[in-house]
């Protein structure tokens, strides 16, 4: 079981560091998959778009330069940490004159604080396996797309190929941990983390149809993609 507080306590800790160790600890490929996430995604111009657990803001932003002014992008999080490195960056981006339409918002996965058929896109990046009840968060992202609408996730996996599969292991799970307690969280999320066929027969049990999967670098990295029924 998710100890919800504790994960609150783990990213009020990382939060002023969190960007750049993701750089480092991915080799800086995280820039890359959240590009490929964005093309998937698919964000049209005036499109409302929610990114749950949205952290410090990185895909958000991204999907908020898609969407334009017209659009509407709402970033949401269960961390007060998280959310102010975020609102710094979009407040780097007003001062240098550049304006996206994106508005954070403190809240539960669990508990979606909006109304059902809202936005035409649900996303989340590499955060599902930090909470205690994925059915449920998968079924709040469900509800508030619009049908027709997609739900997509990016998360850290397990990759097939015996040898990466090797290398894999012994760097998450035995070095990046050495960083620290929040980086041996990492290691234990992914293995209690669904994944393949068992999280694609959750994002089909929450009413999504043509659920895609779609394996990145190997498949280190995995995302999938669904259409609300």
């Known amino acids: ?36 996430f964005l093309e998937q995604a698919g964000p049209g111009r005036g499109e409302k778009i929610l990114d749950v657990c949205t952290g410090s803001g990185e895909l958000a932003l991204l999907f908020a330069q898609r969407a334009g002014p017209a659009g509407q992008v709402v970033g949401l999080d269960f961390s007060s940490a998280m959310l102010a490195v975020a609102e710094e960056k979009i407040k780097g981006y007003q001062k240098n004159g550049v304006f996206y339409p994106l508005t954070l918002v403190q809240g539960n996965a669990l508990a979606l604080p909006f109304a059902a058929n809202t936005f035409d896109c649900v996303t989340s990046g590499f955060a599902l396996r930090n909470l205690s009840d994925l059915g449920r968060a998968v ?91």
């Open 1 to 36: 079981m998710v100890d919800e507080k504790a994960i609150q306590n783990i990213f009020a800790g990382i939060a002023p560091s969190y960007d750049r160790m993701n750089r480092l600890i991915s080799w800086n490929l995280v820039n890359g998959w959240r590009r490929a």
């Open 139 to 229: 079924r709040e992202m469900v509800r508030v797309c619009k049908t027709g609408g997609r739900v997509l996730c990016l998360e850290i996996s397990e990759p097939a190929s015996a040898l990466l599969k090797a290398g894999f292991d012994l760097y998450f799970h035995h070095l990046i941990p050495l960083l620290g307690a929040p980086y041996a969280w990492l290691s234990k999320s992914l293995r209690r983390f669904p994944a393949g066929e068992e999280l694609t027969r959750i994002f089909s049990d929450a009413g999504l149809q043509e659920v895609k999967v779609y394996p990145l670098t190997g498949g280190i990295v995995t995302m999938y993609k669904g259409t609300k029924k």
